[in-house]
């Protein structure tokens, strides 16, 4: 082992530059005109990104796995190079072919020099970089805020920004169920800000741009374009994820998706749902409009809890993962498993207690370091980095929702550099924020 190089050092070892354009075309005929053909895709151009005769940026918002085919189908023949996570550099099935796209890792919500550097590379020759300033996919079926400082890199590089908006795609590919879901999905591209923007504007000014353009609604959406969607029986699958509290008993984690149903095991309440992805409640029922609105009605609820009790806690039993960097991950595993014990969410950050490597092990993580918490594949379990090392993190029970949700609200209580979008400020309305940082 000791003469292996780690992934890490071949990593930042990589030459950085625009994809070879043989490569770039083997990848859209694949992944956009043969396996792409069965999303029903509807591409729209209103500024097209190869008009561009220079460097620039493509970001987009991230609402599926699979958002990368209608990058890529939207910006061909220009060859561009993604940033991806970091860590899924290190699974065997995408490592070679990020390799040949020349894609740039990014360690998610975390300071990386690497990735400023060799997206630095790609623009010098005259390349386009492409990322989901969001950090993750959609947990829910609504956009995120972006990552806060996201128009620093912008107002570094000085080169025009383009968009390409993405419609349907999460309701293709939901995180709270893998099965893939035949519809319809739009990409649509325009040029957000020329270069004279980017030189004008503030960063705060353009962030706020940017998180106003990806506000996104999927259920809504739906029901606007009446949309009916292949979901084989099972659209209710795995709900209790991020739906986990009965809005008329109160009670948490007694909801249970199956089928088309979803239904509190405490007081029978429920709905089912069908094709266009619209709740029918039973009689009798309480049932927010879509899941979207579910969530964000936890979230309120959270926000409310927290403050009212100072000593307020959550935890559940857990495994933690972690890479090794010698070593790929294969059999759809993100990482390898390393110890078990408890996680837990109080005022103080985020705390983890139990084994490591067979060894008894800990580590506390304040809200000035976490802000979200990443569910990179689906709502099972989510990830972090701890001083720019990479955890999985997979509860006993099913309390991804809460836990991210938790993490968001208390960040925003204590600190508030991650902030809520601006018409979400009903949600706190006499309310204190950052107020760990109030003396600062």
């Not at 999905?185 to 923007?197: G, I, N, P, R, V």
């Not at 980095?385 to 204590?414: A, C």
């Amino acid at each position: 082992m000791s003469n292996k190089k780690p992934i890490s050092k071949k990593l930042a070892k990589r030459k950085y530059a625009p994809a070879p354009r043989l490569i770039a075309w083997i990848y859209k005929t694949i992944m956009v005109d043969i396996v792409g053909r069965k999303y029903k895709p509807n591409f729209h151009i209103i500024d097209d990104v190869n008009d561009c005769d220079g460097p620039c940026f493509v970001i987009f918002n991230h609402l599926s796995r699979i958002d990368h085919m209608y990058v890529c189908g939207a910006t061909y023949p220009r060859i561009t190079n993604m940033i991806a996570g970091q860590s899924e550099f290190y699974r065997k099935k995408f490592s070679f072919i990020f390799k040949l796209n020349r894609v740039i890792p990014k360690k998610n919500y975390s300071p990386d020099r690497l990735t400023i550097g060799a997206t630095g590379k790609v623009i010098k020759k005259g390349g386009c970089v492409t990322f989901a300033p969001e950090g993750l996919a959609s947990d829910y079926g609504g956009n995120k805020p972006i990552v806060p400082g996201t128009s620093k890199m912008f107002k570094h590089f000085k080169v025009p920004v383009y968009l390409c908006y993405l419609e349907g795609q999460y309701l293709q590919n939901t995180k709270v169920c893998l099965d893939e879901r035949y519809g319809e999905t739009h990409a649509t591209m325009s040029l957000l800000f020329t270069k004279e923007d980017v030189e004008k504007l503030s960063v705060e000014e353009m962030d706020d741009i940017i998180n106003e353009k990806f506000r996104r609604n999927e259920y809504e959406w739906n029901k606007e374009k009446k949309i009916k969607w292949n979901t084989r029986g099972r659209i209710c699958h795995r709900l209790e994820d991020f739906c986990y509290k009965c809005p008329k008993c109160g009670s948490e984690f007694t909801m249970k998706g199956v089928g088309d149903k979803i239904t509190c095991s405490n007081c029978g309440n429920g709905a089912t749902m069908d094709d266009y992805y619209i709740f029918h409640p039973f009689e009798g029922a309480v049932i927010p409009q879509s899941p979207f609105e579910w969530v964000e009605q936890e979230r309120m609820d959270i926000i409310k809890e927290i403050r009212e009790n100072p000593d307020y806690y959550f935890e559940d039993e857990c495994q933690i993962g972690n890479l090794d960097d010698y070593k790929l991950v294969g059999n759809n595993k993100t990482s390898f498993i390393v110890g078990e014990g408890k996680v837990r969410i109080d005022h103080k950050g985020m705390h983890y207690k139990g084994t490591r490597n067979g060894a008894p092990y800990e580590f506390s993580v304040d809200y000035k370091s976490l802000y979200t918490l990443i569910t990179e594949v689906d709502s099972s379990f989510f990830n972090f980095y701890l001083s720019g090392e990479y955890f999985d993190i997979f509860p006993k029970h099913q309390t991804v929702g809460k836990f991210t949700l938790l993490v968001e609200e208390m960040h925003r209580y204590h600190i508030n550099y991650y902030k809520n979008f601006k018409w979400n400020d009903y949600m706190y309305e006499g309310l204190e924020l950052g107020i760990d940082l109030k003396d600062e």
